[in-house]
């Protein structure tokens, strides 16, 4: 908006009824010179410079990038050899947030983040990260690095009967599974008596889960006697990990293995995915306003 031209202070003294001056001269008139204290006309305003826009748009992405976090898609790091070689220690994953607010439940194959069901961390070193650190995870820059979550393979779901007899092939539903995803060395199946010989049926509303290490691995199978007997709520399911996002050399998206699409196995439920990090999504968001700011202020300077 334009600032209107100061008013000089003899205008309204001088003054008469027909709203004219002394010399015959219109208000309307002298006030158009805009030259009563010699001052210039007003202009339109010159476009602010980039670099003080930029904290705006800084403050704006980092809005974006919470939102994300908290709706979309979050970051998270893997901390241990569970789930080798799908997964390093010390990759990083993008955790798809959407799809379940739209009544998207886990399936089987999928890689899937959620919290600790009831002590399955316990006596695990607890992270402690800087102020930085915290700040970065909480609006989703960095991977979450303070709350009790776990990642695994989802084997069965709601209904399905899930065996392992001596050292494989896992079965579920009757049917046994191909798994190239399991880690080098290792036997679909443990043979122990702390859980890696079992036949379980998954009731409605749980999933159970394994890590792809098999035999370095505390998942379902080792957690039989917590109050839900190794099943975890689907209502503890963070999100589907859909892409390796770093390193970078390790780059790649997280489909669900043609095992799990065989006839006989129960039908599979296609979900959407996001697939780009929090902060990519918030610049994507900023661009257009920069436009738009950018576009408004060149409309006035030429008005």
Request: charged share 25%; net charge negative; with cysteine.
């Amino acid at each position: 908006m334009e600032a209107a031209a100061p008013a000089a202070d003899n205008a309204v003294t001088s003054e008469n009824d027909h709203g004219e001056t002394e010399d015959g001269t219109g208000t309307d008139e002298r006030a158009d010179t805009g030259d009563q204290d010699g001052g210039a006309p007003s202009g339109p305003k010159k476009p602010r410079s980039f670099w003080k826009e930029l904290p705006i748009l800084i403050g704006i992405a980092l809005v974006l990038a919470l939102l994300i976090k908290t709706f979309l898609v979050q970051a998270f790091s893997i901390p241990s050899d569970s789930m080798q070689n799908t997964l390093q220690q010390g990759d990083r994953v993008l955790v798809d947030k959407l799809t379940p607010w739209f009544g998207s439940e886990p399936d089987r194959g999928e890689v899937v983040v959620f919290h600790d069901p009831d002590e399955w961390l316990a006596g695990e070193p607890t992270p402690d990260p800087n102020a930085l650190q915290t700040v970065l995870s909480w609006i989703g820059l960095m991977p979450s690095a303070d709350e009790k979550d776990l990642i695994k393979r989802v084997i069965g779901v709601g209904g399905d009967t899930v065996e392992c007899e001596g050292s494989g092939p896992l079965k579920v539903n009757g049917k046994a599974l191909d798994e190239p995803y399991v880690y080098p060395g290792n036997t679909p199946c443990s043979v122990d008596d702390q859980g890696g010989q079992f036949k379980v049926k998954v009731p409605e509303g749980y999933i159970w889960v394994m890590g792809d290490h098999r035999q370095n691995s505390r998942d379902s199978r080792y957690n039989q006697s917590d109050k839900y007997h190794g099943m975890v709520p689907v209502d503890e399911v963070v999100g589907r990990a859909i892409v390796k996002a770093w390193p970078i050399n390790r780059w790649g998206t997280m489909p669900v293995p043609d095992t799990f699409d065989q006839d006989g196995l129960g039908d599979q439920a296609a979900a959407g995915a996001l697939s780009v990090a929090p902060q990519g999504l918030a610049v994507a968001g900023v661009v257009p306003v920069v436009l738009w700011r950018r576009r408004r202020t060149a409309a006035a300077h030429r008005r």
